[in-house]
C-alpha cells in the first residue's frame, strides 16, 4: 500500500505517527459526506499533515462560519457549510430546514483553519447512535470509530501487551 485514508472522524496525531511507524506509509485525512456527494477537504499522499483534515479541494465551495453567520478568522473556530448538490432530506421537513439554507449545507462541523491554510477539526461532531444506524453503519450503539479501531488494533504491531 502506498497510503491509507482516514476518514468520518478526526484522526488523531498519535495515531498517525504510530500508523506510519508500523507500516510505512502515511494516512491521508479527509471530510466528505452523502449531501455533498464527494470529498470535500482532504490531503492527498504527497501533501497532508497529521492531525489535519486537509484543505478544501478545487471543486468544493466552503465557508467556516461564527453563530452569527460570518466568516471566521484564520485560527478562530467555525461551522462548516458547504454548497451541496441535495437539496433536502427526503420526507423530514424539520431535518432539513435545519441542515439547509440559501444553497448551503450546514454540517455542524467545527474547523480551525491554521496558518498554513490547513483544516482542522476543533473537536469531531458526534453522530449519534440513531444517525449511524439510519446510515446504515455497523456498531450504531458503539459509535463509528469502535470498529475501526479494533480493525486496526488487532494488528500484531498495534498490540501493546
Known sequence: MRCYLSAGESLPENVYN????????PIVEGIGMTETIFMVIGGTPQDHRPGATGKPFSYTEVKLLDPEDQPVEPGSPGTLRLGSLCKDYWQQPEKTDAAFRDGWFRTGDVFVIDEEGWWRSSGPRRRSAQDIRAMGQPGGDRGMCDDSARCGGSHRRWRTG
Request: no cysteine; aromatic share 12%; net charge positive.
Open 18 to 25: 504510530r500508523w506510519r511507524e508500523a507500516t510505512g506509509a
